[in-house]
């Protein structure tokens, strides 16, 4: 049974939930934003109408959220207070103080994504490392924690680069994950992962560490401009098959785009590749490859804001988007994150999607920067 104080500490939270999310500043703006909408001549600019909904919605999202959680804290209030006259359950009246902490961490974590780019969606792809089948086998089970992980959360996924590995696992694989903040809470997961286990692949029964790196981009939309010289664009196109080889193609639908970038501040330039084997139709992959070159571009301008604004932060762990983030021991029962210390012996829950517990504490890191500034 939770004690007064308990109660006394959640109604505490809630309160300063409502000042830290300017809930009353939010529901002003959120009228003017409505009246903005309601011009005759609103969807004349269809651009410009999309982003001034998406902000109605955004603010409706924050202020419903916060009702949602101030309501719950109030039911547990008052189930303390029937549970005195035994009208309620101590189950009940825990079970109610339960899923109100949870509701209420949800919107704190999320209230840690401050930069405009963390509320889109975002593109995973994953590659295997050097060892060939070990860590191509390694690649596939990280694949799969992230389809859990979105289905957890109720996101959607769509694949539209998959390459098989040669005996066992993937070579590559590109996720479209479209959700709430989804690129916001996943871009902790950029960097290497490790594993370390008794490989299933070595009859010694020796124990192996394979490697993967993660890479999370920003899924841009049309209302993002970025520029793209078409000059530096050129194509390749192959024939495609869908995960596991189905859906093979006797023509060449994949398509291989190749962009030569020209860093803006130092002159160097890079090949971005980008395959993209979703549909059967090649049309439709050239406009996808487009639409994720779009997407790097973009992500590639914020790494240069996020160097600069990591400089002034002298007194934390700089963030390296390259390196090695996480180590997976299965032996150990071990799962964890170099940069920030977290760990747990959930393994298995891990590996099912289960990443909340390392991407709050990465957020209560690195991703309040410019909430406490």
């Known amino acids: 049974m939770i004690t007064a104080d308990q109660l006394k500490e959640l109604t505490d939270r809630v309160e300063k939930l409502n000042q830290y999310l300017n809930i009353e500043d939010k529901k002003m703006q959120l009228r003017e934003e409505e009246i903005r909408t309601q011009t005759p001549d609103f969807w004349d600019n269809p651009k410009a109408?999309?982003?001034?909904?998406?902000?109605?919605?955004?603010?409706?999202?924050?202020?419903?959220?916060?009702?949602?959680?101030?309501?719950?804290?109030?039911?547990?209030?008052?189930?303390?207070?029937?549970?005195?006259?035994?009208?309620?359950?101590?189950?009940?009246?825990?079970?109610?103080?339960?899923?109100?902490?949870?509701?209420?961490?949800?919107i704190e974590l999320k209230n840690m994504l401050q930069e405009e780019e963390d509320v889109m969606d975002c593109v995973l792809k994953i590659n295997?490392?050097?060892?060939?089948?070990?860590?191509?086998?390694?690649?596939?089970?990280?694949?799969?924690?992230?389809?859990?992980?979105?289905?957890?959360?109720?996101?959607?996924?769509?694949?539209?680069?998959?390459?098989?590995?040669?005996?066992?696992?993937?070579?590559?694989?590109?996720?479209e994950i479209e959700g709430d903040c989804?690129?916001?809470?996943?871009?902790?997961?950029?960097?290497?992962?490790?594993?370390?286990?008794?490989?299933p692949f070595n009859a010694q029964g020796k124990r192996m560490t394979s490697f993967a790196s993660v890479f999370i981009t920003p899924l841009v939309d049309d209302t993002i401009e970025v520029e793209v010289d078409?000059?530096?664009?050129?194509?390749?196109?192959f024939r495609?098959?869908?995960?596991?080889?189905?859906?093979?193609?006797?023509?060449?639908?994949?398509?291989?785009?190749?962009?030569q970038y020209v860093d803006p501040e130092?002159?160097?330039?890079?090949?971005?590749?980008?395959?993209?084997?979703?549909?059967?139709?090649?049309?439709?992959?050239?406009?996808?490859?487009m639409r994720l070159l779009r997407s790097q571009l973009y992500d590639r301008e914020l790494q240069r804001r996020k160097a600069k604004q990591a400089e002034i932060?002298?007194?934390?762990?700089?963030?390296?988007?390259?390196?090695?983030?996480?180590?997976?021991?299965?032996?150990d029962r071990r799962v964890k994150d170099h940069r920030t210390g977290y760990q747990t012996s959930d393994v298995n829950g891990v590996m099912d999607g289960k990443l909340d517990g390392f991407i709050k504490a990465y957020l209560m890191e690195f991703g309040s920067v410019k909430h406490n500034n």
């Open 240 to 259: 495609s098959s869908g995960a596991g080889g189905q859906n093979v193609n006797k023509v060449e639908t994949g398509v291989r785009l190749r962009y």
């Open 182 to 199: 989804a690129y916001g809470y996943l871009k902790s997961e950029s960097g290497v992962h490790r594993l370390v286990r008794v490989s």
């Open 266 to 289: 130092t002159g160097e330039e890079e090949e971005i590749l980008i395959e993209n084997t979703e549909s059967r139709k090649q049309l439709e992959n050239r406009e996808n490859a």
């Open 313 to 331: 932060e002298a007194g934390k762990k700089k963030i390296e988007w390259g390196s090695q983030i996480r180590s997976y021991v299965f032996d």
């Open 49 to 106: 109408a999309e982003e001034q909904m998406r902000k109605v919605k955004d603010l409706q999202k924050w202020i419903s959220g916060y009702n949602e959680i101030k309501s719950m804290a109030d039911e547990t209030s008052l189930a303390f207070e029937y549970y005195k006259e035994e009208l309620v359950t101590e189950g009940e009246v825990d079970q109610n103080y339960a899923k109100t902490i949870e509701a209420l961490e949800k």
């Open 230 to 237: 078409p000059s530096k664009i050129s194509w390749d196109t």
């Open 128 to 175: 295997s490392g050097a060892g060939g089948t070990e860590s191509q086998d390694w690649a596939s089970m990280l694949m799969r924690m992230y389809l859990r992980y979105a289905e957890d959360h109720g996101y959607k996924t769509r694949i539209s680069n998959f390459q098989d590995g040669d005996e066992a696992g993937i070579k590559t694989v590109t996720i």
